[in-house]
C-alpha cells in the first residue's frame, strides 16, 4: 500500500534543488523517513552551540533566519524561505551549529535524516555541486577540509576560504603588448603568435583597441577552412574588446571572462577602449581558487534552470554584499563584482525566456539595463529599469517584431522580479511598448527628448541616458550611445536645462546646519538620502559627462575621476566629488543591509556622530559642485 504522505512529499521536494536532481525512487526513499514539524513564529529549530540533529531540512512553509552573535551583538547571517534546506553543514563536517535557526514566521519544516540523503547522492555529481554553491557564501566556513572530504571522498582539490580576499588583489598583465592592424593578413598573424610565443594579438588603430584575435579564433575559424591564413585579421577578431584599468581585481577580470566566455582582457590607461593599450590579461594570467565565493555564484547562474534558483542565487549574492561591507573592501571592487553578478543573471533570464518562446528573435536586439544598474551602481535590491532596442525593419513588419519583443520582455521583467529585481512604480520596464523601440524610434525619441526639452524630457533622458547593454548585439547599444553624444555635443539649450535640475535637490543641510528630513507621510523625520545626496552627485557626474563628451564611462565615480584626468588643475575638486558618490553608495547600502531594505530612508537617530560628520562632509562636496554649475551654465539665480 503506497504511502499518500510520502508521495505528497516527494512532490514537493522534487521541484527544489538539489531534490530536482534525484531519481523518483530516490525522492520516495527520501519522503517515507521524512519528519514533519511545525513551529510558531519565534521558535527555535536549533541553537548555536548545540549537538547536530540527525536530520537536515527544507522548507514546506514559512520563513527561517539564522542569527549569529557578533561582537557582542545578535546579527542575521542569513535567510531561508519555501524550498530552501538549512543545517546541513554542519552534520557533513560533525560541528555543534554555529547560528541559531529561528522562524521568522510560522514554518512547516521537513527534517531529511543525513544517513538515508548522503548515500543517495555520492554517485550524483549534480547534487555536490549544487551543495557547494550553497555553501559558497555560508558565514560557517563551507569549505572546511572535514565537509568537502565528506562530499567529494577526497577526489578534488579542497577549496577554503581566503581571509584576505585573494581574489581581490589586481591581475599581473602582460605589459609587453603585440599589435597589429585590421588589414594584416591572418597568415601573418599566426607568425607573430609563433615568434613571440603569445596566444593573442590585439588588433588596433592609432594605439586604440579595435579587436582581439586568440589562438582559439585560429582553430575554430582558420584551421576548419572558414576562413582563408590570406585573409584580413578584421574578418575573425573578436570586438568590441572588453577593456579594464590596471588594478582591475583577479575576480572581477575572471567573472567578465566566464560572462562573456573570452579568455582575454585589454588593459588600457582609462579602462575604455577609447584609450592606449597598457597590457593584457588572459585566463593564464588569473590563479584564483576554485572556490572563490565569486566565481561559484557566476557558475551557478550560468548553470541556473529555473527561476527559484536564481532567487536562491540572488540571496547568497546579499550575503556575499555584506560580507564585503562588513570587511571594509572598497566599494570600487565591491560594485564591480556586484554588478557582474547582477548582470549574468539579467542575462541568464534573458536566454531562459528566449527558449520559452515559440521562436528565435525576428532581429537582432539589445536588452538596456538602465538606472544605477546602468551605472553599475545596483547593489541593493531596487527595482528594474529596461528598455529594448532591435534592428530597424520594414514598416509593414514593425508592430509584429515589437509585439514578439514586447512577450519576450513580458516574460522576462516577470521572472526578473520574482528573482528579486521589483518591477519599476513608473512603468520603466521593455514589457510597455514606449520603452520597446526600433534603433531609429530610440533616436527619434532622443533628438525629442534633448529638442523639445520640458520636465518630463529631462527627467526621462536623466533615466535613458545612463544605460548598459545585459544582453544582444552590442552595435545597437554603441550607435545609440554615439547618436546621444552627437546630438548633444553643443546642445547649450538641452545641458543648461539638464544643468538646473542638477540644481533641483538644493543642500541637505538646512539653517543651522541640520539634516533636512520629510516633513510627512510614511518617512516623517526621515532622511532621504537619494533624493537628497547620491541623485545631485549623480545628476552631476552626467552631465560633466555630455558636457565633455566622456563616452564609454557610466558610473559616477569613473566619471568624475575621468574629469581629474582631462582638467588636472581641478583634480582635487572632481576626485573629491568621486569619493563622495562612492561614500554615499557605501552609507545607504550599509544601511540598507542593516535594515533589510534599499537603504534610500535613513533613521537620523540611528546615526553615530562620526556618521553624520562623514555625511556633512560629502554635502560640503554636493554643494560645491552645485555652486560649480551654476558658475559654467549662468544659473546664479537658480533656486531649487
Given at each position: 500500500?503506497?504511502?499518500?504522505?510520502?508521495?505528497?512529499?516527494?512532490?514537493?521536494?522534487?521541484?527544489?534543488?538539489?531534490?530536482?536532481?534525484?531519481?523518483?525512487?530516490?525522492?520516495?526513499?527520501?519522503?517515507?523517513?521524512?519528519?514533519?514539524?511545525?513551529?510558531?513564529?519565534?521558535?527555535?529549530?536549533?541553537?548555536?552551540?548545540?549537538?547536530?540533529?540527525?536530520?537536515?531540512?527544507?522548507?514546506?512553509?514559512?520563513?527561517?533566519?539564522?542569527?549569529?552573535?557578533?561582537?557582542?551583538?545578535?546579527?542575521?547571517?542569513?535567510?531561508?524561505?519555501?524550498?530552501d534546506?538549512?543545517?546541513?553543514?554542519?552534520?557533513?563536517?560533525?560541528?555543534?551549529?554555529?547560528?541559531?535557526?529561528?522562524?521568522?514566521?510560522?514554518?512547516?519544516?521537513?527534517?531529511?535524516?543525513?544517513?538515508?540523503?548522503?548515500?543517495?547522492?555520492?554517485?550524483?555529481?549534480?547534487?555536490?555541486?549544487?551543495?557547494?554553491?550553497?555553501?559558497?557564501?555560508?558565514?560557517?566556513?563551507?569549505?572546511?577540509?572535514?565537509?568537502?572530504?565528506?562530499?567529494?571522498?577526497?577526489?578534488?582539490?579542497?577549496?577554503?576560504?581566503?581571509?584576505?580576499?585573494?581574489?581581490l588583489?589586481?591581475?599581473?598583465?602582460v605589459?609587453?603588448?603585440?599589435?597589429?592592424?585590421?588589414?594584416?593578413?591572418?597568415?601573418?598573424?599566426?607568425?607573430?603568435?609563433?615568434?613571440?610565443?603569445?596566444?593573442?594579438?590585439?588588433?588596433?588603430?592609432?594605439?586604440?583597441?579595435?579587436?582581439?584575435?586568440?589562438?582559439e579564433?585560429?582553430?575554430?575559424?582558420?584551421?576548419?577552412?572558414?576562413?582563408?591564413?590570406?585573409?584580413?585579421?578584421?574578418?575573425?577578431?573578436?570586438?568590441?574588446?572588453?577593456c579594464?584599468?590596471?588594478?582591475?581585481?583577479i575576480s572581477?577580470?575572471?567573472?567578465?571572462?566566464?560572462?562573456?566566455?573570452?579568455?582575454?582582457?585589454?588593459?588600457?590607461a582609462?579602462?575604455?577602449?577609447?584609450?592606449?593599450?597598457?597590457?593584457?590579461?588572459?585566463?593564464?594570467?588569473?590563479?584564483?581558487?576554485?572556490?572563490?565565493?565569486?566565481?561559484?555564484?557566476?557558475?551557478?547562474?550560468?548553470?541556473s534552470?529555473?527561476?527559484?534558483?536564481?532567487?536562491?542565487?540572488r540571496?547568497?549574492i546579499?550575503?556575499?554584499?555584506?560580507?564585503?561591507v562588513?570587511?571594509?573592501?572598497p566599494?570600487?571592487?565591491?560594485?564591480?563584482?556586484?554588478?557582474?553578478?547582477?548582470?549574468?543573471?539579467?542575462?541568464?533570464?534573458?536566454?531562459?525566456?528566449?527558449?520559452?518562446?515559440?521562436?528565435?528573435?525576428?532581429?537582432?536586439?539589445?536588452?538596456?539595463?538602465?538606472?544605477?544598474?546602468?551605472?553599475?551602481?545596483?547593489?541593493?535590491?531596487?527595482?528594474?529599469?529596461?528598455?529594448?532596442?532591435f534592428?530597424?525593419?520594414?514598416?509593414e513588419?514593425?508592430?509584429?517584431?515589437?509585439?514578439?519583443?514586447?512577450?519576450?520582455?513580458?516574460?522576462?521583467?516577470?521572472?526578473?522580479?520574482?528573482?528579486?529585481?521589483?518591477?519599476?512604480?513608473?512603468?520603466?520596464?521593455?514589457?510597455?511598448?514606449?520603452?520597446?523601440?526600433?534603433?531609429?524610434e530610440?533616436?527619434?525619441?532622443?533628438?525629442?527628448?534633448?529638442?523639445?526639452?520640458?520636465?518630463?524630457?529631462?527627467?526621462?533622458?536623466?533615466?535613458?541616458?545612463?544605460?548598459?547593454?545585459s544582453?544582444?548585439?552590442?552595435?545597437?547599444?554603441?550607435?545609440?550611445?554615439?547618436?546621444?553624444?552627437?546630438i548633444?555635443?553643443?546642445?547649450?539649450?538641452?545641458?543648461?536645462?539638464?544643468?538646473?535640475?542638477?540644481?533641483r535637490?538644493?543642500?541637505?543641510?538646512?539653517?543651522?546646519?541640520?539634516?533636512?528630513?520629510?516633513?510627512?507621510?510614511?518617512?516623517?523625520?526621515?532622511?532621504?538620502?537619494?533624493?537628497?545626496?547620491?541623485?545631485?552627485?549623480?545628476?552631476a557626474?552626467?552631465?560633466?559627462?555630455?558636457?565633455?563628451?566622456?563616452?564609454?564611462?557610466?558610473?559616477?565615480?569613473?566619471?568624475?575621476?575621468?574629469?581629474?584626468?582631462?582638467?588636472?588643475?581641478?583634480?582635487?575638486?572632481?576626485?573629491?566629488?568621486?569619493?563622495?558618490?562612492?561614500?554615499?553608495?557605501?552609507?545607504?547600502?550599509?544601511?540598507?543591509?542593516?535594515?533589510?531594505?534599499?537603504?534610500?530612508?535613513?533613521?537620523?537617530?540611528?546615526?553615530?556622530?562620526?556618521?553624520?560628520?562623514?555625511?556633512?562632509?560629502?554635502?560640503?562636496?554636493?554643494?560645491k559642485?552645485?555652486?560649480s554649475?551654476?558658475?559654467?551654465?549662468?544659473?546664479?539665480?537658480?533656486?531649487?
Open positions: 500500500m503506497k504511502n499518500t504522505i510520502a508521495e505528497r512529499i516527494a512532490d514537493f521536494i522534487k521541484n527544489f534543488p538539489p531534490f530536482d536532481q534525484l531519481s523518483k525512487e530516490d525522492l520516495y526513499a527520501i519522503a517515507k523517513v521524512v519528519t514533519i514539524t511545525y513551529l510558531e513564529k519565534g521558535k527555535k529549530v536549533y541553537a548555536a552551540g548545540e549537538a547536530p540533529h540527525e536530520r537536515f531540512y527544507i522548507i514546506h512553509k514559512g520563513a527561517i533566519a539564522l542569527e549569529k552573535e557578533i561582537n557582542s551583538k545578535l546579527e542575521t547571517v542569513d535567510r531561508f524561505d519555501e524550498g534546506i538549512f543545517g546541513l553543514r554542519p552534520l557533513f563536517a560533525n560541528e555543534n551549529y554555529a547560528t541559531d535557526a529561528i522562524t521568522e514566521e510560522e514554518s512547516i519544516l521537513y527534517g531529511i535524516p543525513l544517513a538515508t540523503f548522503k548515500p543517495l547522492i555520492t554517485q550524483n555529481r549534480g547534487v555536490v555541486d549544487f551543495l557547494i554553491e550553497s555553501f559558497a557564501s555560508n558565514t560557517e566556513n563551507p569549505f572546511s577540509k572535514e565537509i568537502h572530504g565528506s562530499l567529494y571522498d577526497n577526489r578534488l582539490e579542497v577549496v577554503e576560504n581566503d581571509k584576505e580576499l585573494f581574489e588583489q589586481p591581475v599581473r598583465y605589459k609587453k603588448v603585440i599589435t597589429a592592424k585590421a588589414d594584416t593578413k591572418i597568415k601573418d598573424i599566426a607568425q607573430l603568435m609563433k615568434q613571440h610565443h603569445i596566444g593573442s594579438i590585439v588588433i588596433e588603430d592609432d594605439g586604440l583597441p579595435i579587436g582581439i584575435i586568440t589562438d579564433d585560429l582553430r575554430n575559424q582558420v584551421v576548419t577552412g572558414e576562413k582563408s591564413i590570406e585573409d584580413h585579421a578584421s574578418q575573425i577578431m573578436s570586438w568590441p574588446v572588453l579594464y584599468p590596471k588594478g582591475v581585481s572581477q577580470a575572471q567573472l567578465t571572462m566566464m560572462k562573456h566566455n573570452v579568455s582575454h582582457l585589454c588593459v588600457t582609462d579602462g575604455t577602449p577609447n584609450s592606449k593599450i597598457i597590457g593584457v590579461i588572459s585566463q593564464n594570467d588569473i590563479n584564483v581558487m576554485r572556490g572563490s565565493n565569486p566565481t561559484i555564484l557566476m557558475k551557478a547562474i550560468k548553470r534552470q529555473s527561476t527559484k534558483q536564481l532567487k536562491h542565487i540571496k547568497k546579499m550575503v556575499l554584499l555584506k560580507g564585503f562588513e570587511q571594509d573592501i566599494l570600487t571592487q565591491t560594485s564591480k563584482i556586484i554588478f557582474e553578478l547582477n548582470d549574468a543573471t539579467i542575462k541568464r533570464t534573458i536566454e531562459r525566456c528566449i527558449v520559452k518562446m515559440e521562436k528565435q528573435p525576428p532581429v537582432k536586439f539589445a536588452w538596456m539595463s538602465m538606472g544605477s544598474q546602468g551605472r553599475k551602481e545596483q547593489l541593493l535590491q531596487t527595482d528594474q529599469d529596461n528598455a529594448i532596442v534592428e530597424n525593419v520594414a514598416a513588419e514593425l508592430e509584429n517584431v515589437r509585439a514578439y519583443f514586447l512577450l519576450l520582455a513580458k516574460k522576462v521583467n516577470k521572472r526578473l522580479d520574482a528573482v528579486g529585481f521589483d518591477f519599476c512604480p513608473a512603468d520603466i520596464m521593455a514589457k510597455n511598448s514606449k520603452w520597446c523601440l526600433s534603433l531609429d530610440w533616436k527619434n525619441q532622443f533628438i525629442q527628448w534633448t529638442s523639445n526639452t520640458g520636465d518630463d524630457e529631462i527627467l526621462l533622458s536623466s533615466i535613458f541616458f545612463d544605460f548598459d547593454i544582453f544582444g548585439d552590442a552595435n545597437l547599444t554603441n550607435q545609440l550611445s554615439d547618436h546621444i553624444f552627437e548633444t555635443k553643443n546642445n547649450h539649450m538641452f545641458l543648461s536645462k539638464l544643468a538646473a535640475n542638477a540644481l535637490s538644493a543642500s541637505p543641510l538646512g539653517f543651522f546646519r541640520q539634516f533636512l528630513v520629510e516633513q510627512d507621510g510614511e518617512y516623517k523625520d526621515f532622511f532621504d538620502i537619494k533624493k537628497r545626496a547620491i541623485m545631485p552627485i549623480v545628476d557626474g552626467r552631465l560633466f559627462a555630455l558636457s565633455n563628451q566622456i563616452k564609454n564611462i557610466n558610473n559616477t565615480a569613473e566619471r568624475f575621476e575621468k574629469m581629474a584626468e582631462l582638467f588636472p588643475e581641478n583634480k582635487e575638486f572632481y576626485l573629491s566629488c568621486s569619493y563622495t558618490s562612492k561614500a554615499l553608495l557605501k552609507f545607504r547600502t550599509k544601511h540598507g543591509l542593516l535594515h533589510n531594505d534599499n537603504g534610500r530612508f535613513i533613521e537620523l537617530a540611528a546615526l553615530t556622530k562620526e556618521e553624520k560628520m562623514k555625511l556633512k562632509r560629502c554635502f560640503k562636496t554636493i554643494a559642485v552645485q555652486e554649475i551654476k558658475l559654467k551654465y549662468n544659473l546664479s539665480n537658480f533656486k531649487g
